[in-house]
């Protein structure tokens, strides 16, 4: 058997190279067609200046394709696009759209071509001032000594409903861990009224980013107090605080001022969520306790962001959490002071069971400090599972004065 084998061995290794190499070409250069798709960029073209995309149209169409393996590895590797041709279109509305497909002679295209709806909106431009947002604070014993951007305004175009829907032009900065000066460019963000980020992929923000620059300084001879958003009652049902952001967040007391009146933090005037639905920004009177020096800032300004549950009507509870394991020589702040709970099991609840529901935070052995906590649930009844909305609460430990 051996001998049988290995007889004529190379004549019989010479025949399966041959019968390699031919299929090889073959596959590579012959008429075997294979199937594949391809992936077509979107090119929009001719546009009128009078309009603008309500909602961005898709970036890419996949269509299917047919060919030799050669011509399929060659057509994949050019920058072919279909193009999606406008010039009929001059008045708003939301039209169905067949792209013009790339002449690729070489291959044939079958099946369905995707068709692309886009939705088209009269075009409105305005000018807005820059704002500012801070993210975070900057460590204890630092403070921020000056800011600036540049350009001070930026330019919104777009479709008419979403410009005037535009409430702030946003340049947002992370504080967190600075310690040292800072000097970059920023993007910027367009929120509505209510918060929400604006679709940036058909909004044209000029320019797109900003340039920033602030000194941050070691504190001397002052001591920097946190200010205290003082937040009474309840958003409407179904929503809840997200976020909550102070400008300035921080007051600086000369090292006098402070022995002369030693303060943790600084409380705002009442912020009343009861019944609202909507975030909003307001100024607010700080509360000292007594008269400030002049100087010292005397209202700070508070952006509020209320979220919406997802959560069925009925599905979901608002509750108040309860500090758990507090110590008597700390002062403790809590952000938001409320949640929601959401749970599809919360609709067998009785009336009476659903004032059982508590939310714990557990601050046992904290020392001063700030801290993100994830809130734990003790449900009512035989409900098994629920959500919380935020996830996480935040919480101040402050040193008793």
């Given at each position: 058997m051996a001998k049988l084998v290995t007889s004529n061995w190379q004549l019989k290794l010479a025949a399966l190279v041959l019968a390699v190499a031919l299929s090889w070409y073959t596959y590579q250069f012959g008429d075997y067609e294979l199937e594949s798709s391809l992936v077509?960029?979107?090119?929009?073209?001719?546009?009128?200046?009078?309009?603008?995309?309500?909602?961005?149209?898709?970036?890419?169409?996949?269509?299917?394709?047919?060919?030799?393996?050669?011509?399929?590895?060659?057509?994949?590797?050019?920058?072919?696009?279909?193009?999606?041709?406008?010039?009929?279109f001059d008045s708003p509305g939301s039209y169905t759209i067949s792209p013009e497909l790339p002449d690729i002679p070489e291959l044939t295209i079958y099946g369905t071509v995707p068709n692309?709806?886009?939705?088209?909106?009269?075009?409105?431009?305005?000018?807005?001032?820059?704002?500012?947002?801070?993210?975070?604070?900057?460590?204890?014993?630092?403070?921020?000594?000056?800011?600036?951007?540049?350009?001070?305004?930026?330019?919104?175009?777009?479709?008419?409903?979403?410009?005037?829907?535009?409430?702030?032009?946003?340049?947002?900065v992370k504080l967190s861990e600075r310690t040292s000066n800072m000097s970059r460019a920023l993007p910027l963000t367009v929120y509505s009224a209510e918060n929400e980020v604006l679709s940036t992929g058909v909004l044209k923000i000029t320019p797109p980013l900003v340039q920033y620059r602030c000194e941050i300084n070691p504190v001397a001879n002052v001591k920097a107090v946190r200010v205290n958003a003082v937040i009474?009652?309840?958003?409407?049902?179904?929503?809840?605080?997200?976020?909550?952001?102070?400008?300035?967040?921080?007051?600086?007391?000369?090292?006098?001022?402070?022995?002369?009146?030693?303060k943790n933090y600084v409380d705002?005037?009442?912020?009343?969520?009861?019944?609202?639905?909507?975030?909003?920004?307001?100024?607010?009177?700080?509360?000292?306790?007594?008269?400030?020096?002049?100087?010292?800032?005397?209202?700070?300004?508070?952006?509020?962001?209320?979220?919406?549950?997802?959560?069925?009507?009925?599905?979901?509870?608002?509750?108040?959490?309860?500090?758990?394991?507090?110590?008597?020589?700390?002062?403790?702040?809590?952000?938001?002071?409320?949640?929601?709970v959401q749970s599809s099991e919360f609709q067998q609840l009785t009336d009476e069971q659903r004032t059982e529901l508590e939310v714990r935070v557990s601050v046992h052995g904290l020392p001063p400090g700030v801290y993100r906590i994830i809130p734990e649930i003790l449900l009512p009844g035989d409900v098994k599972r629920a959500a919380v909305r935020p996830e996480y609460v935040e919480v101040t430990v402050l040193q008793r004065e």
């Open positions: 077509l960029k979107i090119d929009v073209r001719n546009l009128s200046e009078d309009l603008a995309f309500l909602k961005p149209p898709p970036s890419s169409i996949t269509v299917n394709i047919a060919g030799n393996l050669q011509e399929l590895n060659t057509v994949k590797g050019m920058p072919l696009s279909a193009i999606l041709d406008l010039k009929a692309v709806r886009v939705w088209l909106a009269n075009k409105k431009s305005t000018s807005m001032l820059i704002e500012i947002w801070h993210r975070d604070e900057l460590p204890e014993g630092y403070m921020l000594s000056s800011e600036e951007i540049s350009p001070e305004r930026a330019e919104i175009e777009g479709a008419e409903d979403l410009v005037k829907r535009a409430e702030h032009v946003v340049a947002e009474s009652g309840e958003p409407q049902t179904g929503y809840y605080l997200k976020e909550l952001r102070l400008t300035p967040s921080q007051i600086l007391f000369e090292d006098r001022l402070y022995e002369e009146h030693p705002t005037e009442v912020i009343k969520l009861e019944g609202r639905s909507s975030s909003f920004t307001q100024n607010v009177k700080l509360n000292y306790g007594f008269k400030p020096p002049a100087g010292m800032p005397t209202e700070v300004s508070v952006n509020v962001v209320l979220a919406k549950s997802e959560a069925a009507e009925g599905s979901s509870l608002n509750a108040t959490l309860a500090l758990v394991g507090r110590d008597e020589i700390y002062d403790y702040i809590v952000r938001p002071p409320s949640v929601i």
